[in-house]
């Protein structure tokens, strides 16, 4: 892997990570509002290490490692900058496992919000999609059956994988819809009862269920571990700052989050093809992550205007 791939996927990772996270920096921000000055300065500095080194570094690892058991951990965090060719088929071998959950995920992901989220309209047949929400779980169950049907055939495990996707799916919405009670809960009716730890624990939690999106979303990008760590831990430096700084005018901003939903379905897109053997290039999902997003970023700064 050359210089010129690296940094590329690197810097689409660590666009990718900010801009699918905008929701957690503002979730983040309006709870970081009812706390005390002490307990903000312990979650942005303490919290932000749980990030990036534990969540965002050791939910890949522990990914490629319960995909790839013989490697090892060690051999796991390693395998996608080793030159043994031992490793390498190794990884080769089983990543189409990896890549079919991961589709599978980001896929209903997209389709979830597209038919069921309040948003910005951002392109026509947006709003049509909206109205024909009781057809989500219909669509995301056909997609299903036809990718175990049609990866039964080449590997049972990846028929497997798929579904443990999808069961993925459905448990971290089901603490994102919580989280967005709670939520209401704490900052609607000024619940006093939550102390300030609470809160701290409440947050890391639902950093937790956000990093699984960009930790997912980044397999698509590349299979190495360090570089995920690299790119995901400095997309959760700039949400962060975010966080502190500017996260009002970042919600001004209205169709960046589009742009991160059409940025999930073209990677989960792309894993999925690659899981059945199509040949993605590397640089494919960085660049077209930094258009999409982009175009977005433009048509939200001409709302502005």
Do not use: C
């Amino acid at each position: 892997m050359d210089i010129v791939t690296i940094v590329l996927i690197v810097s689409g990772l660590v666009l990718f990570e900010t801009v699918s996270s905008i929701d957690n920096a503002v979730i983040n921000a309006e709870v970081l509002s009812t706390m005390s000055q002490k307990a903000r300065r312990w979650f942005l500095l303490w919290g932000l290490f749980i990030a990036v080194f534990l969540l965002r570094g050791l939910l890949p690892w522990a990914i490629v490692w319960v995909v790839n058991p013989s490697l090892g951990p060690i051999g796991s965090f390693t395998a996608a900058l080793s030159s043994n060719p031992a490793v390498a088929e190794a990884i080769e071998s089983s990543k189409h496992i990896l890549l079919a959950g991961g589709g599978i995920f980001l896929i209903f992901l997209f389709f979830h919000w597209l038919f069921l989220e309040p948003k910005n309209f951002g392109l026509r047949g947006e709003k049509f999609f909206q109205k024909q929400g009781v057809w989500f779980y219909a669509i995301v169950s056909i997609i299903l059956a036809a990718v175990v049907w049609f990866s039964i055939k080449i590997d049972p495990l990846m028929a497997f994988g798929a579904v443990v996707g999808s069961t993925a799916f459905f448990i971290t919405h089901g603490f994102k819809e919580n989280a967005a009670q709670a939520e209401k809960k704490l900052l609607g009716k000024g619940d006093t009862s939550l102390t300030d730890a609470s809160k701290i624990l409440y947050l890391e939690v639902i950093d937790a269920t956000f990093s699984i999106d960009g930790v997912v979303g980044a397999f698509a990008f590349t299979l190495s571990v360090p570089l995920i760590l690299l790119g995901n831990g400095i997309g959760a430096l700039v949400v962060r700052q975010m966080t502190i700084s500017n996260i009002d005018r970042i919600k001004r901003y209205v169709f960046l989050k589009n742009g991160a939903m059409y940025s999930i379905f073209f990677l989960g897109s792309i894993m999925l093809l690659d899981s059945f053997g199509l040949h993605i290039p590397s640089w494919l999902s960085p660049v077209t992550t930094a258009l999409i997003i982009g175009y977005f970023f433009l048509k939200s700064r001409n709302a502005l205007r």
